[in-house]
């Protein structure tokens, strides 16, 4: 039976976890906005050129490295489509990119939920390394120049201070609000999930899941699920309003960001790769595999502290 009560901590929830988020989103969101427009990205990318050839990229395969882990894989596509890259350049800079894109805002995220920094971005740095040199081993194939199925859209260039700095707010601003369209409904119809028990209906359904992955309470299950399907912003929300109400331990927090930021928003994240015409099903399979790979064996070694 759902009451008033129920909407009003529903709404209140959301609120509160988009006010929590937007903290670490904005001021992220503002300053890379800035940066983009001035020689630290071109620096970066120098940086970064001479190592491209350790994993069978060309030098200009930084550019969209360094967009998609500084800014997202939206900035990283949107390089991609301006390079002439063979089909294997394109799956290795999507596998990378899967592993690790959007590195300071999501990081920041992780350690609001009281991870790590370092640890994250060790994990899906390495990731990203580890994967790119065994394919670029393996695969032979994939010489052919990838035919991609889209154009870039245009996009805004400001030219004073002012203007950048505008279009920085105007960015951040818009992240905040695509953050709150999804976050409040998602955390009213947890609420209304909890109330109506569905919830412990699905955390019991996933209990061979999280067992599987070393989780130590089914409470875990919902935020799993959500940062698998919608993200890692979205489930750290779940994650952080669990930590609150179940008192979750921190082998379990670990072991939830580790497959969470190995393996998150699966679906979008895959599909937005379609565009550049390669197979994203196996794109998949290694990103979701290595997740539960990574977080079972970190389960198993675990030693109390």
């Known amino acids: ?128 390394t580890l994967s790119a040199i065994i394919i670029n081993k393996l695969w032979q194939g994939g010489n052919e120049i990838a035919q991609y199925s889209m154009t870039i859209a245009a996009s805004e260039t400001p030219e004073t201070w002012l203007e950048i700095a505008l279009l920085g707010l105007k960015t951040a601003t818009n992240g905040i609000l695509q953050i709150a369209i999804i976050v409040i409904p998602l955390m009213l119809s947890i609420q209304i999930l909890k109330d109506l028990k569905v919830i412990t209906y699905l955390s019991k359904k996933m209990k061979p899941m999280t067992e599987l992955l070393g989780l130590s309470t089914e409470k875990t299950a919902i935020p799993l699920l959500a940062g698998i399907i919608i993200g890692l912003a979205y489930g750290a929300g779940l994650i952080i309003e669990s930590t609150k109400e179940e008192n979750l331990s921190k082998k379990d927090l670990y072991l939830l960001s580790i497959f969470l930021v190995s393996s998150h928003a699966v679906f979008e994240d895959t599909v937005v790769f379609i565009p550049l015409g390669i197979a994203v099903l196996p794109l998949l399979i290694i990103r979701v595999t290595t997740a539960f790979l990574i977080t079972i064996l970190t389960a198993r070694l675990w030693s109390p502290t």
């Open 1 to 128: 039976m759902l009451t008033k009560q129920t909407w009003l901590k529903g709404l209140q929830s959301g609120l509160n976890t988009t006010w929590l988020l937007a903290k670490v989103i904005f001021p992220v969101t503002f300053i890379i906005t800035i940066l983009k427009f001035t020689p630290v990205i071109g620096w970066l990318i120098n940086i970064f050129t001479p190592l491209m050839q350790l994993i069978g990229l060309p030098g200009e395969a930084a550019i969209p490295l360094v967009l998609g882990n500084i800014l997202n894989l939206y900035a990283a596509i949107g390089a991609i489509l301006t390079l002439e890259l063979t089909v294997k350049n394109v799956f290795i800079l999507a596998v990378m990119l899967g592993f690790s894109h959007n590195l300071l805002v999501e990081t920041a995220i992780a350690k609001k939920i009281g991870i790590s920094g370092t640890l994250i971005i060790t994990i899906r740095l390495t990731l990203a």
